[in-house]
Nanobody
Framework: QVQLVESGGGLVQPGGSLRLSCAAS????????MAWYRQVSGKQRELVAG??????NYADSVKGRFTISRDNAKNTVYLQMDSLKPEDTAVYYC????????WGQGTQVTVSS
């Protein structure tokens, strides 16, 4: 059974940074392109960033501020978030680049002064 466990969220002031982690289990992690998504209450979940084999892609709203990376030895995907803005406030989730597995509980990111 695949499990995706996100962590690292919290409350941060505008301009601050956070690093999110997503630990995957029950899957052959290295063969999947992975992605981070976010969802604001009442809105659709949106793709934030994706990472394949040597390639990454980002939503326009986070380009230049967020960096996605992965460690296949640890079955973990990361999202480094810098220069955070209030509009980045959301629950952040990870999944495969085309979501194949059940969503985890997510991690709340709140950007506020």
């Amino acid at each position: 059974q695949v499990q995706l466990v996100e962590s690292g969220g919290g409350l941060v002031q505008p301009g601050g940074s956070l690093r999110l982690s997503c630990a995957a289990s029950g899957m052959i992690f290295r063969i999947y392109a992975m992605a981070w998504y976010r969802q604001v209450s009442g809105k659709q979940r949106e793709l934030v960033a994706g990472i394949g084999t040597g390639s990454t892609n980002y939503a326009d709203s986070v380009k230049g501020r967020f960096t996605i990376s992965r460690d296949n030895a640890k079955n973990t995907v990361y999202l480094q978030m810098d220069s955070l803005k209030p509009e980045d406030t959301a629950v952040y989730y990870c999944n495969t680049a085309t979501p194949l597995f059940n969503w985890g509980q997510g991690t709340q990111v709140t950007v506020s002064s």
